[in-house]
């Protein structure tokens, strides 16, 4: 059985970022957009990229623009978006698809280790999935959950 770190992934500087570096990190990966509702959650994630990255939490973006076209941009542009109005320092991954048949494997991986309400689609932007330190416990939060009430979880997986 696979693990999230057996993938690797392009930022949006073209530049592969393997997975394997994340090994005995906690991981919080969300499929982000530009022009969303939930768009202001990119302050909730990069407080807890500030709270929790010296203390093991890598948070990672992948920009999608499957939901309503709300992420058109370049990967500059959303790079550039999220660090100018959000100020966004952690990765922010290269646009894909994370439903269908040219869904990212990172994403069809997620999907199927840990299924939403929905079985195993992506319902909305900034879905989010929190990783433990060695892979093995994947939990996933619907895109109406604010980033902070992840702290929890995030707390209990860095002490683990």
């Not at 076209?69 to 790079?79: F, V």
């Not at 959950?145 to 997986?157: A, F, G, N, R, T």
């Amino acid at each position: 059985m696979a693990k999230i770190y057996d993938f690797k992934a392009l930022t949006t500087k073209g530049q592969e970022l393997d997975f394997a570096q994340f090994e005995g990190k906690v991981l919080l990966i969300v499929n982000t957009a530009s022009k969303c509702g939930f768009t202001p959650q990119f302050d909730g994630l990069e407080k807890l990229n500030q709270k929790y990255r010296d203390k093991g939490l890598v948070v990672i973006g992948f920009p999608c623009n499957q939901f309503a076209h709300q992420d058109p941009g370049s990967d500059d542009e959303i790079s550039s978006f999220c660090r100018l109005n959000y100020g966004v320092t952690f990765q922010i991954m290269q646009k894909i698809d994370v439903n269908g048949e040219n869904a990212h494997p990172i994403y069809k991986y997620l999907k199927e280790s840990a299924k939403g309400t929905f079985g195993n689609a992506i319902k909305w932007n900034f879905t989010k999935f929190l990783i433990s330190k060695d892979g093995s416990t994947i939990k996933r939060y619907a895109p109406t959950v604010e980033p902070e009430k992840l702290e929890k979880d995030i707390e209990e997986m860095l002490s683990q």
